[in-house]
């Protein structure tokens, strides 16, 4: 290019790019009839997005770009996105029978990524921002999301609607990626790291909204099922060796960056359904009924191994570390959530029954994160005296599993003039991905040295990080009615934590930190925590209008080698009193509640880490420690807190119990051995400190309770 800045041109690109897929068309319909109506409606699919094939980049002469958003080189295989399914709409009118069903469109698939291989001499960008070295990545497509839907329904004798939302489309999975760098790699801009290796999976689509309504004078009855999330796509080996020197110069420019990426799952979709019959006239009878689940969620994918060979790294600023190397599981989606609504009679002559389920979609799990190693020789600076350099330690190796979904929530509401029930159960959270096995060879044959400058810039970082579970959702069911009134919530589950892989770290060079909170060696392995329990209530009222409004304390559960406490309230009018009937005569005024929190999740164990020190090591920050090796249990999660409400005319039953607490991960075993001359200046900066600590169990969920009755009896019982 000559001495002119001229930018927005990579010296050399080479892509594949498959193509994006169609959306899916949307759909309508509708049906109108005196006796009964019926209607079908499916909405388009998206199109899979198109594969990217391979691409290899060559290079035996050098390559000087002199412009902004101009790097060196770039080698790139880009999976095509999936289209979006089609959404729908339809309806039913009749004086008879009123019937439709609804499904959005799939989402379309991600496309794949092919293999991305990069070899280059000399590359040098001359102080302009945005101008990376070298790029090369492998990223499959998006999955497309799936299409949303509506179906509603009035029939004067029935009225049955049914909507599903689509499913999302999968993730693409990536493909391996290779560099060697031969020669020199340098850059002089902000935002413009000397290599950048990724193989990156495509996310998953997230499923489709859905609503359903229903209206009738006899029955009426609505299903709503959200769409699933997708899965996410896997991604491959990244592997990059640098025998010349990698320098930058600039904020925020990594040396070398290697990067294997699971792809997160989509999400389910929300899920709504209601109803309401009416009953009067000729009707005597009418019965309301909803039902709703959210969309379950997909799931975050595997990571692959990543792997660096490096020798001389030089970084001048700040978050510009020497090498940062990371294996990282895709997270798994959200359930969906979903609400239910029912309503049967609008008045006294009328015998009307409801009941309305609602349930939260389940997560899903995280993906694991694949091995990593790092072997270094030579020298890396980071960081320059009286220059702005924190953040840039000197290697960074990384294993982290996906953390888990977390569980739909879920809220049930019934009402009506003579039963009613609801239920809602919440989505239960899922497992986090596991961490593997990271290892980090630093100048164990050759004499060379790590120096890092700034705050929070230790010299070699090597960790395994499980994932920590998702939270279960919560729940709420509420039912009244004039004589019978019954609700059960139940708190969706905690997911466990991932656990840790093993962590080796072998150094014989010479490491200096001269900033605060600046490890010599930090090396450790740490399960993730469990998830926390949904919390849940209930509350339910049977009677003519009349209602009792009963105390509560507050209360705090525990976990395990704990007491839990908990308070329960019933309150019983007079006997004197005499229950109102029903149309049959049976004693009306009855209600029970029945709650269950959701219970926490199990820590993930962490892992035996190794570490072998023959150099030496120097720190001159506060709180700079030497050499800190650690493997950690995951905390458990807490149970969810739990809630009930009862009252009735005539009787009265309220049951509460709080959800139990996760189990805490197991510590794994430390073996350091440290033969070098070791010197710390700071603060609380202690030479060696190694420990094995196991996670703290959670804590359990509270649980309260009341029980009002104005006739004959109230029973509450409740359990932290």
């Known amino acids: 290019y000559g001495d002119q800045p001229r930018g927005t041109a990579p010296g050399v690109l080479a892509q594949s790019i498959g193509g994006g897929g169609g959306n899916g068309g949307f759909a309508a319909g509708g049906d109108f009839s005196g006796t009964a109506s019926g209607s079908l409606v499916i909405g388009g699919s998206g199109g899979s997005g198109g594969a990217a094939a391979a691409a290899s980049i060559t290079l035996n002469a050098d390559v000087t770009m002199n ?126 790291a000397g290599i950048i290796a990724q193989s990156i999976g495509g996310n998953g689509g997230n499923g489709g909204f859905t609503a359903s309504a229903a209206g009738s004078v006899v029955f009426a009855s609505s299903v709503a099922v959200g769409g ?5 796509g896997g991604s ?100 969906g959530s979903s609400r239910a609504f029912s309503l049967s009679g609008v ?40 220059a702005f350099s924190d953040q840039s330690a000197g ?44 290892t980090v060879y630093s100048n164990t044959d050759t004499t060379g040295s790590i120096t890092t400058v700034g705050m929070h810039s230790s010299a070699l970082l090597a960790q395994s990080i499980g994932g920590g579970g998702g939270n279960g959702g919560w729940t709420q069911a509420s039912a009244s009615s004039n004589d019978y009134a019954a609700g059960l919530a139940i708190g969706g589950f905690g997911g466990g934590g991932g656990d840790a892989g093993a962590v080796t770290v072998d150094n014989g060079g010479t490491l200096v930190t001269y900033g605060a909170l600046s490890y010599g060696i930090l090396a450790q392995a740490i399960g993730g925590g469990g998830g926390n329990g949904g919390a849940a209530s209930t509350t339910t009222n049977a009677g003519d209008g009349e209602e009792l409004q009963g105390g509560v304390t507050s209360v705090a559960g525990a976990g395990a080698g704990q007491d839990a406490a908990n308070v329960s309230s019933a309150v019983s009018g007079s006997s004197d009193s005499q229950p109102e009937s029903s149309n049959d005569g049976a004693s ?99 030479g060696i400190f190694a420990q094995s600590v196991g996670g703290g169990g959670g804590n359990g969920g509270a649980s309260s309770s009341t029980a009002g009755s104005g006739g004959q009896a109230a029973v509450s019982l409740s359990l932290g």
């Open 67 to 192: 412009g902004p958003f101009a790097p060196g080189v770039v080698g790139q295989s880009i999976g095509g996105q999936g289209g979006n399914g089609g959404f729908t709409v339809g309806g039913g009118l009749s004086e008879g029978l009123a019937a439709s069903v609804n499904l959005g469109g799939d989402g379309g698939g991600g496309g794949i990524a092919g293999n991305v291989t990069i070899q280059t001499q000399n590359v040098t960008s001359n102080g302009f921002n945005q101008s990376a070295g070298i790029i090369a990545q492998s990223i499959g497509g998006n999955g497309g999301t799936g299409g949303w839907d509506f179906a509603g329904t009035l029939g004067s004798g029935a009225s049955a609607p049914v909507s599903i939302g689509g499913p999302g489309g999968g993730g693409g999975s990536s493909d391996g990626v290779q560099v060697t760098a031969d020669g020199q790699t340098a850059t002089n801009g902000l935002f413009s």
């Open 395 to 438: 290697i960074i190796a990384q294993s982290i599993g996906g953390s888990g979904g977390n569980g739909g929530s879920a809220d049930a509401n019934a009402t009506s003039t003579t039963a009613s029930v609801a239920l809602a159960i919440g989505g239960g959270g899922a497992t986090g991905g596991a961490g593997n096995s990271v």
């Open 588 to 686: 009306a005024g009855i209600a029970a509640a029945l709650t269950i929190g959701g219970f926490g999740g199990t820590g993930g164990d962490g892992a035996t880490v190794t570490l072998d020190n023959t150099g030496s090591i120097y720190t001159f920050g506060d709180q700079s420690t030497a050499i800190l090796a650690q493997s950690i249990g995951g905390g458990g999660g807490n149970g969810g807190s739990s809630t009930t409400n009862a009252n009735g005319d005539s009787y009265a039953a309220s049951f509460s119990l709080g959800g139990g607490a996760g189990d805490g991960g197991d510590g794994g075993s430390i073996n350091l051995t440290s033969l070098g001359y070791i010197q710390t200046s700071g603060l609380q900066a202690a």
């Open 236 to 335: 491959s080996t990244v592997d990059v060796t640098a025998s010349g020197t990698v320098s930058t110069r600039a904020g925020q420019s990594i040396g070398i960056l290697a990067q294997s990426i699971g792809g997160t799952g989509g999400n389910g979709g929300f899920a709504i359904a209601g109803s309401g019959a009416t009953g009067g006239g000729d009707a005597n009878v009418s019965v309301g009924g909803g039902g709703a689940t959210g969309g379950i969620a997909g799931s975050g994918e595997w990571a692959g191994t990543v792997s660096v060979t490096a020798a001389d790294i030089s970084t001048s600023a700040y978050l510009s570390a020497g090498i940062l190397a990371q294996s990282i599981g895709g997270a798994g989606g959200n359930g």
């Open 228 to 232: 699933s999330g997708g899965n996410g």
């Open 347 to 386: 008045s006294d002559s009328t015998d009307g029954a409801a009941a309305s389920v609602a349930l939260g979609g389940v997560g899903a799990p995280g993906g694991d994160g694949g091995t990593v190693t790092v072997t270094q020789s030579g020298v890396i600076q980071t960081g320059t005296s009286g």
